[in-house]
């Protein structure tokens, strides 16, 4: 590599006000651009189409948006902070160092990536791409002694699995700040995340990552890699469910969390609208659990669903106690394919007129009739068995809680699959 020593074109000085100049101009023209769809000021003297890059502030926060040339490599948007060569790196330069989650519209399209700064050997790997989307690049470089920084940008999907995710969490009413700020330590950007949830960036309150979420993380490391090795989920025991009875132990310890915090009921919203009524009112109310419980829950039905199912499991969710209220009818439906295959299902409580029948299909598609008293349960292959509660329930209440499990992937079988 040569030593010597370029000649900047701009002075300091020269460059300070052009900066501030080019400021003004983009503000306008990112303005005009996204309010047109890029109808509008979408292309540099008339030939050179542009993009918006969207990021946030490093030490405001705020949200900022700078127009760039459009450069594509592989289809994926590339950032060139070549701000014409002068010696000092563009604001949005230290935005996106900082804070990787960004935006970029092209045209009416808008897509979110994570950017990733490019090494030296990486930057004159795509360089002549860069060049020949806008020659003047090639001057740009020449013109300064600072090292150019390129990004490349990897799209960021929200997946159904991740949207799924977060219905059911926000249904169960847990707190939006947190939700959002797990979604946020994953990757997602502050729009995107926001847009899902129905709201505005500005309307939470970001919370440092916490260790929890790392068992979020490690159900979406797992769900990836199960649809990579299963195109549809597998059937695992030659019927499809079994009815047992549960530990009396645990029975009793969620008997009394439910007797205890009874005044905590509150109108649920069930994921998929699966629960109606014909009765009056909501068809039914939950109780939400501390995480120990749940915990031990899921502990407490491991082997036994792995000795059931003959695979081994990874625990994903166990949810509140579920009261379903006189009339409530239970639509026939399987549950979430990514997280929800193995399930346990658990009669804690109920005060009824006349027994209040589960039916569900064996694996070959036959129907079956299954009555629950307190303290009895049922296995079953939750994402491949259909299963509901036709019947408008005959009674006061009927107590349940769901608790679910995934086959457990296993790294000699990722290697198997790779």
Known sequence: ??????MEAYSLSQAKIIRLVLRQISLINAFIYELSNGRLWGKLSGKYPIMV??????????????PLIKVLHEKKPILVASMAGMPMHPSWYFNVSANPRVAVQIGSEKKYYTANQLTDQEKEGVWPTVCAHYPDYDQYKKNTQ?????FSCEEKILTTAWKEWLAENTEKGCDKNELYSILYHEGFHPEQI????????????????????????????MVHAFKSAHKEVPKYTEIGFKKETMDKSIHQKILDFYQENDALLKVENVAGGFVKTEGEGSPSHTIEMPDELRDEIHQSFLKRAEAWSGIKLLPTYVYGVRV?????????HVDRKETHIIGVIMNIDQKVDSPWILEIDDNEGNNHNVTLSPGDIVFYESATVNHGRPTPLDGEKFVNVFCHYMPLIQKEELRDEA
Do not use: C, H
Not at 53 to 65: E, I, M, N, Q, T
Not at 324 to 332: D, H, M, P, Q, V
């Open 194 to 221: 926001a847009s899902e949830m129905n709201a505005r960036v500005n309307s939470f309150t970001l919370q440092p990552k916490k260790q929890q979420s790392s068992k979020e993380e490690n159900i979406q490391r």
């Open 1 to 6: 590599m040569s030593t010597d020593k370029k």
């Open 53 to 66: 890059l969207s990021v946030f502030g490093a030490k405001s926060g705020k949200l900022r948006k700078v």
């Open 324 to 332: 379903y209220n006189r009339g409530a009818t239970l639509e026939s």
């Open 146 to 150: 600072r090292n150019i920084g390129v």
